[in-house]
């Protein structure tokens, strides 16, 4: 298992996903799922609000092959931004890429529905293609569940995309957290060290201050640190840093400079290279895709 891996099953057993997901499929009535960058079999097996068309195409070994070569050519294409992408079957299904930083962790993924009213014959020419691909499977229970399959225009699915857009913001921020976080007892020092950074956030800490909050040498606290978090003290604090700045960019009130200064950084051209870094993107352009505009 890599460490993606680990980090998606995580942040998938987290609660702040659990609640969305929930939420989400209620109040569109569409599935989601948070995949990985490699998935090896359909997206919404299992899931709430999976269509029940293609739960039965998923207990074929032709059906699932041909999902996944569609998933594939989505997820290709999705790693530039939100992508929608429709099957031989005429449904459609939309992801959006989940990042820390730079990397790609997953994607978020929902759809399996038609853009328009299937139609009779839309459905001979689907029997047609499962013939073709040897599907063996009812063909009334086929029909009746092709037939009902949930209808959305593309506006509405682009707008169910972002949502999935600010909710892939929100779990990039979780993740970031859990990269953090230890399975293993910290020792006394690093947790000590820790609690200094944050509550010194907001001025120029070196690593001499540190190890000295912590009663430790230079040396031991920079080993103990790439031990227990996988990350060296200037990362350290950097993604604490801009962990915390994305907090603070929801609030409209505050200027990008003041969120800079705020958090320690003593250039606002410094603070933006980091965050680009680690976030993908520009504060400026993070803050308009996140905050969302008040209702008139």
């Known amino acids: ?28 009535g569409l599935p989601v799922a948070l995949r990985g960058v490699k998935n090896w079999q359909p997206n919404f097996c299992g899931k709430r609000r ?32 939100p992508a929608l992408a429709k099957c031989h079957f005429g449904l459609t299904e939309v992801a959006v890429p989940l990042k820390l930083g730079q990397q790609i962790l997953g994607f978020l993924t929902t759809g399996q ?36 399959t949930r209808v959305m225009s593309r506006n509405q699915l682009v707008s169910a995309g972002r949502l999935l857009e600010i909710f ?17 007892a910290e020792p006394v020092a690093v947790v000590r060290a820790k609690n200094y950074i ?14 000295a909050a912590a009663f430790t040498s230079t040396f031991y606290i920079c080993k103990l640190f790439k031990r227990h978090t996988a990350l060296n003290f200037t990362e350290y604090v950097s993604r604490i840093r801009i962990e915390r700045a994305r907090q603070l960019l ?9 969120i800079a200064y705020e958090i320690g950084f003593q250039s606002l051209t410094h603070f933006n290279r980091v965050f680009r870094r680690l976030v993908g993107e520009s504060p400026t352009t993070y803050r308009e895709k996140s905050v969302l505009p008040l209702a008139a």
């Open 1 to 28: 298992m890599n460490d993606n891996t680990a980090l998606l099953d995580a942040l998938t057993e987290s609660e702040i996903y659990r609640d969305y997901e929930h939420a989400y499929s209620e109040a569109t």
């Open 250 to 258: 929801a609030n409209p009130n505050l200027r990008v400079s003041e």
């Open 168 to 184: 892939a913001d929100h779990l990039a921020m979780k993740s970031n957290q859990i990269a953090m976080h230890q399975a293993n």
């Open 50 to 81: 999976e269509n029940p068309f293609c739960a039965l195409m998923a207990t074929t070994n032709a059906g699932c092959a041909a999902c996944l070569r569609m998933q594939e050519r989505m997820i290709e294409t999705a790693s530039s931004g």
């Open 113 to 148: 529905v038609f853009t328009q009213k299937p139609t009779r014959t839309q459905f001979q020419k689907a029997a047609l293609r499962m013939k073709r691909m040897n599907v063996k499977v009812d063909q009334t229970e086929m029909r009746n569940a092709y037939m009902a």
């Open 198 to 211: 944050r509550e010194h956030l907001h001025e120029d800490i070196s690593l001499a201050d540190v190890a």
